[in-house]
């Protein structure tokens, strides 16, 4: 089936990215409709290394303030949800039950850590892309953001558990005053080329 062109525009042609946010909460019902959604996003050998860590009170986000980068402090504080999008190293633990007709695949990364983080790595961040999708299609506007220290994340909220940090993106309503004017993309002939 092919959506409509409303429904692209909502995707991609109208989307923005938001830098203020109108006074409205996102409930924890819509970010568990947001995961239900995003988790059918593929990723290879169905490994699913993307954890989200969703900062929906201000004494969460106040934890997450000391890594910020300067210019993304006060749009951060001031989103009703910032989501820190990370992976699991070790996501290869949970291949037998995710990805059970073949149960030799934990092994493939199990034993080849590069491999492993270059997985983890590209696919946590397609699912990250998946996430701004589901949230567009959801009504909700986003804020990624990857200017923030990782290190500091890290030992602040995954500490115990090895995830590591890649990007956040705040989600809610955003306000048009925080948008900035749309930059103009790379043409097809300078992005793609037909062979
Ligand atoms: C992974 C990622 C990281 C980004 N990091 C920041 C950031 O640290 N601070 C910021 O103000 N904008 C950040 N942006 C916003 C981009 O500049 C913005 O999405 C891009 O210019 C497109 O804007 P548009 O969606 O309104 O067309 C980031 C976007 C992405 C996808």
Not at 78 to 91: E, G, L, M, S, W
Not at 124 to 136: D, H, T
Request: charged fraction near 25%; aromatic fraction near 12%; hydrophobic fraction near 40%.
């Amino acid at each position: 089936m092919v959506i409509d062109d409303v429904a692209l525009d909502t995707l991609f042609r109208d989307a923005r990215t938001q830098n203020k946010w109108r006074d409205e909460p996102v409930s924890d019902e819509t970010l568990r409709t947001l995961y239900d959604l995003l988790k059918w996003g593929p990723t290879s050998a169905n490994s699913s290394p993307a954890r989200f860590l969703f900062l929906r009170t201000q004494e969460a986000k106040e934890r997450l303030r000391p890594a910020l980068s300067p210019g993304n402090v006060e749009k951060t504080m001031q989103a009703p949800v910032t989501v820190i999008i990370a992976y699991d190293p070790k996501f290869y633990d949970f291949l037998p039950r995710i990805f059970p007709h073949n149960q030799d695949a934990r092994s493939w990364f199990a034993t080849n850590e590069a491999f492993a983080q270059e997985t983890a790595f590209r696919n946590g961040s397609l699912q990250g892309g998946y996430l701004i999708l589901a949230a567009r299609a959801l009504g909700l506007d986003c804020g990624p953001m990857s200017g923030f220290d990782k290190a500091k994340v890290d030992e602040e909220f995954f500490a115990y558990r090895g995830w590591k940090s890649n990007f956040i993106c705040s989600l809610g309503h955003g306000d048009p005053a925080g948008v900035f004017p749309r930059s103009p993309r790379l043409d097809f002939e300078e992005a793609c080329e037909l062979l």
